[in-house]
């Protein structure tokens, strides 16, 4: 029996020896004390090697269990594994990126016409010194270059003739806000349809400016007519969504329309992958290649979908916007027996004989896939293919005329070009931002009860600006009603309201019906007598005026712009005269007429009171008064 047993004491624990070094010498001191002559401590001596090789296993020992607690907790986790997985269980959603989108144009020839260009297809940034089109055995020797790859995202059928259009010069200028314009087509040679997306750009700035791009605009065609002009020639009236609208004037001579425009995402297609498994990684095997591609996702009939060739081309480039955008990652699994395996956001949900895995990345872009236990998920067992893309984050924020190269062997190809630059890719949410908003988003209510809370909800959709929630009971059920107003004055589409309902049903009741609804427009009817102040030109105070007092543009809103009113808000006479005296020039205002269009009773007081869902409308339309009037007068006093 040892003295330190005699005694009734043990030996003294440091329980901060963590290294190889402490470890040695807390034994070697250890052996010393009980048997002298055995610890010589000569490197030679067979007790010192023993000594020397426990404190090797101790040493990586305490490392593995200092990692093991350094990634048990949120706010010390260094992985980005450990990260996502404490975010999880406080139902937060780490952010892994996504890629970013462009819209391309495609110059062919006549040996082109009624070809498709194939989903897929491979664009790339230009390289000094190769053709504008290569081959597809060329992609891994451009890409080695540094040429970031582009693919498809749908077909695209090619016509020579819709390389570049011009507008029929006479049917006058396109204003802001034009949804349609006059295109011509002598030789008859135009093929467009209802889906095309086409590029209105301003030929007089060629150059890739801050300029040149704010004149550049993509619109997704809803209406294609063949007639002809006065002249006799055969012309195409084509329309576009009021999401399209043409944000600047243009003139026939400075137009630019280009056509084969084709929508874009950054990431490129790897050949198929066999995954390898070790005993130590059996549920977890690692992807060759990274970082893998996280594609937007939009919504449509209900779906989410990569592509809605029904929607505006302007909702093909917000889908990435939102703290609720939905993301997938582009891989696909299939077992030795070509058994499909699903990609999910964890695995709380999956059955014992469920094919679903979960993408695991880290930040230095590696990429694993964990599987299931049998239990939730099932085993991955035999061998597996994986088929996925590479690129991702802001690396794909390409700038305008940034493509250059089109790998394909189809016959006809010119060149490609991107009018506009590529946006709305994002990096992934760092492992401090999730330390920050994870406890944040768990202490907050994340359900919807009272009407305020699906207000609150409902804003943080992309495009929302205003919501009225009412409710009504139908005698077996409730109906939550929710009046949208999207910002800018966008239409409620059935797209959009699809979405917005798919996005909603994770927070409401049970026994709760949504609808969505538009705002009713209330149209009014406003006349307004002025006096203009000496030294100043008639005509400019009136453009001022109504470009002040009426819906205005975006970049400049007036009093009636959609995004200055707000539901139930009543319309104040102050306010309007108030906004009528600051436009330089105007000496006096005296009101006429203010009241609700079609309304014989004339002025309505000072005050027009709108309905919960009701929003004031006064577009000043000449081919349309039942969408409100503005008419402004100058004289004398009445």
């Known amino acids: 029996m040892s003295q330190d047993e005699q005694s009734g004491s043990g030996p003294t624990l440091d329980y901060l020896t963590r290294d190889f070094a402490s470890f040695r010498r807390l034994m070697l001191d250890r052996l010393a004390s009980l048997s002298p002559d055995a610890a010589t401590g000569h490197p030679a001596d067979l007790g010192t090697t023993l000594v020397e090789l426990l404190a090797s296993a ?71 010194g190769q053709p504008a089109v290569v081959l597809p055995q060329e992609i891994p020797s451009l890409r080695s270059r540094g040429a970031l790859v582009f693919e498809t995202t749908h077909d695209l ?8 259009l011009s507008i029929d010069p006479g049917y006058g200028a396109l204003a802001v806000g034009a949804q349609s314009a006059v295109l011509l087509d002598a030789a008859g040679t135009l093929a467009l349809t209802a889906g095309d997306v086409l590029v209105f750009e301003d030929s007089a700035e060629p150059a890739a400016t801050a300029v040149a791009l704010a004149r550049r605009h993509p619109v997704r065609l809803t209406s294609v007519d063949v007639f002809q002009n006065p002249s006799g020639q055969r012309v195409v009236r084509i329309g576009f969504g009021a999401a399209d609208a043409l944000p600047f004037a243009l003139t026939a001579e400075r137009a630019r329309i280009v056509g084969n425009v084709v929508l874009a995402d950054h990431g490129y297609s790897l050949p198929d992958e066999e995954l390898l498994y070790t005993d130590g990684d059996r549920r977890r095997p690692q992807l060759a290649d990274g970082p893998l591609t996280w594609q937007t996702l939009v919504m449509s ?48 949900r999956s059955g014992a004989h469920d094919r679903d895995f979960v993408v695991e990345s880290e930040d230095d872009g590696r990429t694993f896939l964990r599987f299931g236990d049998g239990v939730q998920g099932q085993r991955a067992t035999g061998r597996l293919r994986a088929r996925y893309r590479v690129g991702c984050g802001v690396a794909g924020n390409i700038g305008a005329e940034s493509l250059g190269h089109i790998a394909s062997a189809l016959t006809g190809l010119v060149s490609i070009r991107n009018p506009l630059p590529a946006a709305f890719g994002r990096a992934p949410e760092s492992i401090e931002q999730v330390r920050l908003l994870a406890p944040h988003h768990f202490r907050t209510q994340e359900r919807a009860v009272s009407s305020d809370d699906y207000i609150r909800i409902a804003k943080r959709y992309p495009t929302v600006r205003d919501v009225v929630v009412t409710r009504r009971y139908t005698g077996s059920f409730y109906t939550t009603v929710l009046t949208v107003v999207r910002h800018g004055g966008l239409a409620l589409d059935q797209r959009f309201a699809d979405g917005l309902l798919a996005y909603l049903d994770r927070f409401r009741m049970a026994g709760h019906v949504l609808r969505i609804v538009e705002p009713v427009r209330i149209p009014l009817d406003i006349r307004l007598l002025l006096g203009v102040q000496p030294g100043h030109f008639r005509s400019d105070v009136l453009t001022s005026l109504y470009a002040a007092l009426g819906p205005g543009r975006d970049a400049a809103p007036g009093f009636f712009h959609p995004d200055r009113q707000t539901l139930g808000q009543p319309v104040y006479l102050s306010q309007l005269v108030r906004e009528a005296m600051r436009v330089r020039g105007v000496q006096w205002v005296e009101p006429v007429r203010f009241r609700r269009y079609g309304d014989p009773q004339g002025r309505d007081g000072d005050v027009l009171v709108m309905r919960p869902c009701e929003l004031p409308l006064v577009d000043n339309l000449a081919t349309d008064k039942a969408r409100g009037t503005l008419e402004l007068l100058i004289g004398g006093r009445p």
């Open 301 to 348: 009939s209900g779906q989410p979908v990569l592509f809605d060739p029904s929607g505006a081309a302007a909702d093909a480039m917000s889908a990435a916007l939102g703290p609720d955008t939905l993301l997938r990652p582009v891989i696909s699994l299939s077992d030795e027996d070509g058994a499909p395996w699903l990609a999910r956001r964890d695995l709380l």
């Open 58 to 128: 101790a040493d990586e020992l305490s490392l593995y269990q200092d990692a093991v607690v350094t990634e048990s907790y949120l706010s010390t986790a260094r992985l980005r594994t450990s990260v996502r997985r404490h975010a999880r269980q406080l139902d937060y959603a780490m952010h892994d990126g996504c890629n970013a989108r462009v819209w391309v144009s495609v110059c062919v020839t006549a040996s082109a016409d009624g070809a498709t260009l194939p989903r897929g297809t491979v664009l790339m940034t230009r390289i000094d």
């Open 157 to 164: 059928s090619l016509r020579s003739a819709h390389n570049v």
